[in-house]
C-alpha cells in the first residue's frame, strides 16, 4: 500500500493538491483520477498521507497568513484616512476609529501574552521538553 514506507507516491501528491483547490472530497478524487473511496481510505488510514496532507494546508495557511501581513499597512492607513477624512460619513469614521484601536488593543494583549509566556519559559523547570 502506498504510504507504508513514510512516504507518499505520485498519485497520492496530486490527490493532496486536488484536496487543496476542491470543495469536495469526490470533486478531488475526480481531478486527481483517483478512486473517491481510495482517497477517503487514504484520509482515514493512511498516516504519511495524512501528515503530507497537514504538511500542505499548513503551507497554504502560512502563505495566506502573509498576504495578509503584506496588505496589513494598506488597511491600516486606509482606516487613519477615513478616520481623518472629514467628509466621510460618521458611522465610516466611527467604525475606522473603533477598528484601529481594537486592533491597537489586540497587539498590546499579544505583545503581554508573549512577554508573560517568555517569563514563564525562562523558569527552571517550568516547561519540559515533548517526549521528556
Not at 507516491?9 to 473517491?36: F, M, N, P
Request: with cysteine; aromatic share 4%; glycine share 4%.
Amino acid at each position: 500500500m502506498a504510504g507504508t514506507n513514510g512516504k507518499i507516491d505520485k498519485r497520492q501528491e496530486e490527490a493532496i493538491a486536488a484536496l487543496l483547490t476542491c470543495a469536495t472530497v469526490h470533486q478531488a478524487a475526480e481531478k486527481s483520477h483517483v478512486g473517491e473511496r481510495t482517497l477517503l481510505r487514504w484520509l482515514s488510514e493512511d498516516v504519511a498521507f495524512n501528515e503530507a496532507y497537514r504538511k500542505a494546508r499548513l503551507a497554504v495557511v502560512q502563505q495566506a497568513i502573509a498576504q495578509v501581513q503584506h496588505a496589513s499597512s494598506t488597511a491600516v492607513a486606509t482606516l487613519v484616512s477615513i478616520m481623518q477624512n472629514p467628509d466621510a460619513k460618521d458611522t465610516a469614521r466611527v467604525n475606522a476609529a473603533k477598528t484601529t484601536l481594537e486592533m491597537a488593543l489586540r497587539g498590546v494583549e499579544i505583545d503581554d501574552i508573549i512577554a508573560r509566556l517568555a517569563r514563564l519559559e525562562a523558569q527552571p523547570g517550568a516547561w519540559q521538553e515533548e517526549g521528556a
